[in-house]
């Protein structure tokens, strides 16, 4: 059974930073393409960052080009998004997502964590 767990969210002040942390088990971490996701109340889900297997290829939402950073760590099995200069838009649930390419459409990715969430005060 394929378990994926995000962790790392809270509340922070606008400016501050944030490391979310995405781990998996029941699957092999490196066998998949990883992205982050978030979604605001009342909003549709937005593609935030994708990764590719060994790490070289990454993706970007407008929206955080230049504040936010993807990585992984394929020998911890884990997926990290660094977030730096947060604004209060970037209040949101925030996902971790497997898939088979580096994408930002969520219907690319076949397995899904709980989220965790993410709150800027201003």
């Known amino acids: 059974q394929v378990q994926v767990v995000e962790s790392g969210g809270g509340l922070v002040q606008t400016g501050g930073s944030l490391t979310l942390s995405c781990t998996a088990s029941g699957l092999t971490f490196d066998d998949y393409d990883w992205g982050w996701f978030r979604q605001a109340p009342g909003k549709q889900r937005e593609g935030v960052s994708s990764i590719s297997r060994t790490g070289i290829v990454t993706r970007y939402g407008e929206s955080v080009k230049g504040r936010f950073t993807i990585s992984r760590d394929n020998a911890k099995n884990t997926l990290y998004l660094q977030m730096h200069s947060l604004k209060p838009e970037d209040t949101a649930m925030y996902y971790c997502?497997?898939?088979?390419?580096?994408?930002?459409?969520?219907?690319?990715?076949?397995?899904w964590g709980q989220g965790t969430q993410v709150t800027v005060s201003s």
């Open positions: 997502a497997a898939g088979f390419l580096v994408a930002l459409r969520e219907n690319t990715y076949n397995y």
